[in-house]
T-cell receptor, first 115, second 113 residues
């Protein structure tokens, strides 16, 4: 158990819909990262937050957004869903300050299926 | 971050040592070698990291060559539960604002009874 929790575990929704994925980092970790893993793309970095502020963006679509709340949990919002958005979405957290990337601990993931 | 090269797949007999190689010939002096693994569809799991000295923890050992151009992750007594994709990642420990990991394709290790 990494100490990172993600909800829900599974999500099935239709094209065009909007969903929210939730992540709670390990106790004391200030950085949260979101990654997407689809069959043909492997693990891709989406976005990073540190202590409530966006720190880095990867290959995140404009239809996707995220935020980190004062209690440090984070949410990833996916809108206008397409079939190609079906994937595993992982959240990771790390200690470290000022966005420094130390060892990252991953949650169990949310499997999103868009039909 | 330096590029890494890993074999696509490897087999190992249960109870034997699994030695997973990684080439990183363009590594710079302040870049670390990190290893993560992903058991089928689970979240990636941090294993170990090192700079230039060999490292050991409860999960594995990391052997880095003297010129730092390659390394080997050793699982001393592989079990069926070690079947996973193993990722070798080379990066600065402090990358400023960008702390994300860049995953390649990794090595699929199959531990067989």
């Amino acid at each position: 158990d990494s100490g990172v929790t993600q909800t829900p575990k599974h999500l099935i929704t239709a094209t065009g819909q909007r969903v929210t994925l939730r992540c709670s980092p390990r106790s004391g970790d200030l950085s949260v990262y979101w990654y997407q893993q689809s069959l043909d793309q492997g693990l891709q970095f989406l976005i990073q937050y540190y202590n409530g502020e966006e720190r880095a963006k990867g290959n995140i679509l404009e239809r996707f957004s995220a935020q980190q709340f004062p209690d440090l949990h984070s949410e990833l919002n996916l809108s206008s869903l397409e079939l190609g958005d079906s994937a595993l979405y992982f959240c990771a957290s790390s200690a470290g300050s000022q966005g420094v990337g130390y060892e990252q601990y991953f949650g169990p993931g949310t499997r999103l299926t868009v039909t | 971050d330096a590029k890494t090269t890993q074999p696509t797949s490897m087999d190992c007999a249960e109870g034997r040592a699994a030695n997973l190689p990684c080439n990183h010939s363009t590594i710079s002096g302040n870049e670390y070698v990190y290893w993560y693994r992903q058991i089928h569809s689970q979240g990636p799991q941090y294993i170990i990291h090192g700079l230039k000295n060999n490292e050991t923890n409860e999960m594995a050992s990391l052997i880095i060559t003297e010129d730092r151009k390659s390394s080997t992750l050793i699982l001393p007594h592989a079990t069926l539960r070690d079947t996973a994709v193993y990722y070798c990642i080379v990066r600065l420990r402090d990358r400023g604002s960008q702390g994300n990991l860049i995953f390649g394709k990794g090595t699929k290790l199959s531990v067989k009874p």
